[in-house]
């Protein structure tokens, strides 16, 4: 960047830039009003449709995201205390996610960037995800460059190197399934209702971690698996179901808090890896299952027993929520980063992209 270029960011970081950030990958729908970088409102409706189907049903998803829009950006605007008219740009969820989904935001986010005049903004959910950590909240430290982010939730689990706020570099990833299926999975295999991770979570702080013991997958130093592991919980419920019906009732918090100590200390023995790869000690994460009660405090403890500066988000920026869409639509606002009003959401899209 040259010293000319440098100057007007840093003139447009002293104006007031309102953005508003539109969030529909899957079954959420959010939108948010930032200031700058400081969040005014971050508005989400969920969808208790799903929970019958102990998943999400897209059709369903797709739907549903038409009924909530218009309120949410409604509400969003209103607890922000400002006027459409004052926006400075719009910003939404390109991809990855649900294709209904995603055309639901994609297509009210044009049209309300037409008839308001401003700029288009398309942001990578994923990244989106990281860059959650620059919003300005009181208490939370910004990440310096570079630092490494686990990103973790039902469709992704990832290492990744982040350079710049868009510069980021995938250094491993799970080669089948993603941690956040996992604990859903195991949670249906319990008997327990959707979404079952932060019931897994909950269940396991009061269980025995060390009660029952699960193999860890045989992978790349950073690369992740976890379709073993979920046929290994199967059989393990099933071998002792079997011989005791009330297997499950009579340990269901031990059972938790094993299942949940496995997955950390894969999570925890790849970061490790990454770090000693690569000599970086600033670590953050992201992704819905950042919101794990064991996983933060593991996180916590690694800040005294090996030197790193770890950074972690405010729950309410950990799952899917419109916040984290208008902070990085916010930083490609500073650098001018318009979409074209004809972009096209894409279903599958990497961090990278």
Same mark, same amino acid.
């Not at 400081?38 to 998803?61: F, R």
């Not at 319990?190 to 702080?205: E, F, R, S, W």
């Not at 094993?258 to 953050?284: D, P, R, Y």
């Not at 419109?322 to 318009?338: C, T, V």
């Given at each position: ?10 003139? @447009? ?20 009003? @930032? *200031? ?26 797709? *739907? ?14 209103? *607890? ?6 004052? &926006? ?5 969820? *390109? ?20 008839? @308001?005049?401003?700029? &288009? ?62 604990? =859903? ?36 130093? &950073? ?96 799952? =899917? ?27 599958? @899209?990497?961090?990278?992209?």
């Amino acid at each position: 960047m040259d010293i000319f270029a440098f100057q007007n960011l840093i003139e @447009l970081e002293k104006k007031e830039v309102y953005i508003l950030g539109i969030e529909s990958s899957c079954d959420d729908t959010s939108a948010a009003v @930032l *200031r700058n970088n400081e969040v005014l409102s971050n508005v989400i409706a969920n969808q208790d449709v799903h929970t019958k189907y102990g998943g999400v049903v897209p059709e369903l998803a797709s *739907r549903a995201h038409q009924q909530n829009i218009v309120p949410v950006v409604q509400q969003a605007i209103e *607890r922000a205390g400002i006027t459409k008219e004052q &926006l400075s740009a719009i910003a939404f969820t *390109r991809g990855p996610g649900l294709m209904g989904s995603l055309l639901v935001g994609t297509s009210f986010a044009k049209s309300l960037a037409l008839g @308001l005049n401003i700029p &288009l903004i398309d942001v990578n959910h994923m990244q989106a995800h990281i860059l959650a950590h620059f919003i300005k909240e009181e208490g939370c430290n910004i990440p310096p460059f570079p630092f490494i982010c686990l990103t973790i939730s039902g469709g992704h689990t990832q290492i990744v190197k982040i350079t710049n706020h868009f510069e980021m570099e995938i250094l491993g990833e799970t080669i089948d399934d993603a941690v956040g299926e996992a604990y =859903d999975k195991s949670a249906k295999i319990l008997g327990l209702p959707y979404p079952g991770g932060p019931l897994v979570d909950k269940y396991a702080q009061q269980g025995n971690a060390k009660a029952f013991s699960f193999t860890q997958p045989k992978v790349g130093d &950073l690369e992740f698996s976890f379709s073993g592991l979920k046929t290994q919980i199967l059989y393990f419920i099933q071998k002792n179901t079997k011989e005791n019906p009330n297997f499950i009732e009579e340990n269901l918090y031990d059972i938790c808090a094993s299942i949940q100590h496995t997955i950390v200390e894969i999570l925890m023995k790849k970061i490790k890896n990454a770090v000693k790869q690569t000599g970086i000690k600033e670590i953050a994460i992201a992704g819905g299952v950042s919101a794990n009660s064991e996983i933060r405090k593991r996180l916590q403890e690694a800040d005294k027993h090996w030197g790193w500066n770890t950074y972690i988000p405010k729950f309410q920026y950990t799952t =899917d929520n419109a916040a984290m869409i208008a902070i990085a639509g916010y930083l490609k606002f500073l650098n001018k980063d318009y979409a074209d009003i004809g972009i096209a959401a894409k279903a599958r @899209l990497k961090v990278t992209e």
